[in-house]
């Protein structure tokens, strides 16, 4: 995603983090620009925290199909630059 966007990507707000060990919660907002095109959405980041590092991350967005859609846009405009 850094890569794709120029290092845009941000998230930008962070509305409560939860955790449940070894699980934790984020609800967040981002906003990301590639390719004159941009992006803000919210969504819930979930991590599987391990020695105090973060094993896996599970990301689930407000509008995932939009969401998909900008990325898979952004690596078809990156490869026609290649």
Do not use: C
């Not at 070894?22 to 959405?41: G, N």
């Not at 995932?64 to 990325?71: L, M, P, S, T, V």
Request: aromatic share 12%.
């Amino acid at each position: 995603m850094s890569q794709l966007s120029g290092g845009t990507f941000a998230i930008d707000q962070i509305d409560y983090i939860t955790e449940n060990d070894p699980l934790v919660a984020a609800a967040v907002a981002f906003e990301v620009f590639a390719f004159d095109k941009s992006m803000r959405m919210r969504g819930i980041d979930l991590y599987r925290v391990e020695n105090d590092k973060i094993q896996e991350v599970w990301l689930f967005s407000e509008h995932i199909d939009e969401e998909d859609a900008f990325w898979t846009e952004a690596l078809r405009l990156s490869n026609q630059q290649k």
